[in-house]
């Protein structure tokens, strides 16, 4: 009977734990929706309300950029605040998954003691300092504008300032948003005024009634060659219209635009034709990549990263900072212990950036990414580059993360280095999973744009072992903020995780490193002292004691033997004729030169 109740009780406390984790979920589904305005992680204010205000937004900018009225370094110090915030509820997210597990001594892990976090100002390890933008005006390569109408009713292309839980539907226009270049600016006002003359009306997110949805732009920021690449998606909603009326409406868009913009640029055009309500999450992004028609141009742009070119299409994941995406590419490429016969994993790869930037260093690339137009092009991408091995599969990273680990031989997961740089809910659970079981892993770099997401996926990164979790638990040992997303609340954030025992065995090695040094400094006192007999005693009983109060009072092992031994070779030196004392120094270094390899064999932990 106690039995019975003590599993009722599990099961109680499972499904409350369960609960927790779907409101989570759900606020994060709410934050992502809220997001859906400002696009991918960082570029309409999305997350205005973590900045500090969930109001309508007054203009475009403030929409748009909520950040812009600050000065650029307040805004670092605001995106550290936010990073370290986030961060710093790991803590307390592990306590609460501790409490529906009847073992919870497991829990108690030193990476994670007061003491530790004491130390840390109450982080789960060290934070840098946010990594400043190279570039903080119209540093965008990607901006969704919405089509609507702004406050007097006129046709307007840019940000929306009211949302739709309050029943408004104003757009604000791209004018005067610090994130949009001119070239983009350019096309959003000549599309502007060809829409102002459609008799079709733009699209209510209100009411769900309209024509003319939203425009995607994509431009090249390399082109040495000439004018940047531009890119433009308009989505429509045909669904009910005569299509002669349609086809005449989007002929009278291709011509517009046929005309050069100023600033010039190398033009396409492509149209969507806009799936029903609910099927999508935002203008501009569907649930299938069928649908898009180029109409003018090609179906793509092309942009260099790192010496390497990028073909990239409209509804591809490609980082929206092009500057940024190098100072990230490049800190990822310092961090990973690369090497010939290294094995990467790059999970949640879009278009290969950055599986194909390291391809030059490793033996292979395996990349996993669920959108079939992005696996496209960075497979055209690895080959445009001449880049052949690397391997790009199709398929959700739930799905194919453990199929891919599978398949790899003895050998290349004893070199298997994995980045995840998943969306910005973060990682389906199964991934982590699957990436905890692969016991050769020893370390992982996660990228994240949205840090509480990363918070979520780190508490099943680190909790003890078990069932569910197999595998040796991670440790969070390093954080890099980086600020691809100048003017919004954004901030992505890079995070080293290595293996529970590989920190103990690292930190354990810099532990006997010391431990050696000081003994070396002991010995090379008491050598010095044996040198001069007047002041041997003296000054090598200064030394060792000097060593001693070093360490505080250290426990019987080889290092406090080894004090021992050099305070007994001291005085004996101090006993006797000088010309003997050079003898007793000579031996004591021959000694010193075993007493390792003793303690070795003694078992002694220094």
Known sequence: MKEFV????RAAAAARQAKRIERRAAKLREREAAAARGEEGGDAGGEAGEAGGAAAARTAADAAAPLHRLEYAAQLEQKQHFVEKALRRLPREMQVAARSDTQRE?????????????????????????????????????????????????????????????????VGRADGVPTVSAEMLAAARR?????AESPLPPYDKVSHEGFWRAMLARQSFAHADGPPELLLCVAVQAAGLPEEQVASELARLREAFVAPLDPPV?????????????????????????GVETVLGREYIEETLLGLSFRISPDAFFQVNTLGAESLLTLLRAQCSLGPDSVLLDVCCGTGTIGLAMARSVKRVMGIESNAQAVADAAANAARNGITNAEFICAKAEQATRQVLERLTPSELDSLVAIVDPPRAGLHPDVVKALRRCAPLRSLL?????????????????????PSFAGVPFELVQAWP???????PHCELVTLLERSDLVAEREAAQEAAQAAKQAQAVQTQAAEAASTP??????????AAAAEGALGAPEESALSRAISSAQAVVASAASVPAGEAEG??????????QRPLLAEADGAKV
């Open 482 to 488: 980086i600020d691809l997303f100048p003017h919004t």
């Open 584 to 593: 007793a120094a000579h031996d004591h270094k021959q000694h010193a030169a």
């Open 446 to 466: 996660f990228v994240a744009c949205h840090a509480p997401a990363f918070v979520t996926n780190a508490v099943s990164f680190c909790r003890p072992t078990s």
């Open 191 to 195: 599309a502007q005024a060809v829409l």
């Open 266 to 290: 190398r033009l396409s055009l492509a149209v969507r034709r806009g799936a029903p309500p609910g099927e999508y999450k935002h203008a501009g992004e569907p649930a299938e990549a069928e």
């Open 6 to 9: 003590a599993a009722r009780r």
């Open 106 to 170: 497991r829990w108690r892990m030193p990476w994670l003691s007061q003491e530790r976090l004491n130390q840390r100002h109450g982080l789960p390890c060290p934070v840098a300092p946010v990594l400043p933008a190279a570039a903080t005006h119209g540093y965008r390569n990607k901006c969704e504008f919405t089509i609507g109408r702004d406050e007097d009713g006129s046709v307007a292309v840019g940000f929306t300032l009211g949302t739709v839980r309050e029943r408004k539907h104003v």
């Open 534 to 543: 007047t002041d041997a005693a003296e000054g090598g009983a200064v030394g």
